[in-house]
């Protein structure tokens, strides 16, 4: 749904799944200030660009806590200097 201001609100279950996370995930993000959220019956309507927000700033966190580590990061580096891990080319 695209309310008037152009915002777009998605179910959290339709968040969680665009963003790769679990529904749970989402709905934390709901109780916390800066992502805004409607509750209607069973259903919460989420605001998919303050979803993204949080997304990245919990992705950010778990990165520099070291708990996620991923090839072309800094901290993937090894002492050959590879950003995939492998030595460099020899001269």
């Known amino acids: 749904m695209i309310d ?5 609100w998605l179910l959290a279950g ?7 996370v679990r ?6 993000w709901c ?27 919990w992705r950010y966190r778990l990165r520099e806590s070291g708990r996620i580590v991923r090839a072309g990061d800094v901290s993937a580096l090894n002492e050959t ?3 995939d891990g492998c030595p460099p080319p020899c001269a």
């Not at 008037?4 to 777009?8: D, I, Y």
């Not at 529904?23 to 934390?28: A, D, F, K, L, M």
């Open 81 to 83: 200097g590879g950003e």
């Open 31 to 57: 109780y916390r200030p800066g992502v805004r959220s409607y509750r209607i019956g069973a259903h919460r309507w989420v605001n998919l660009s303050d979803a993204r927000r949080a997304e990245a700033a």
């Open 23 to 28: 529904e749970q995930t989402v709905w934390v």
């Open 14 to 20: 339709t968040v969680a799944r665009r963003l790769r």
């Open 4 to 8: 008037p201001n152009g915002e777009e």
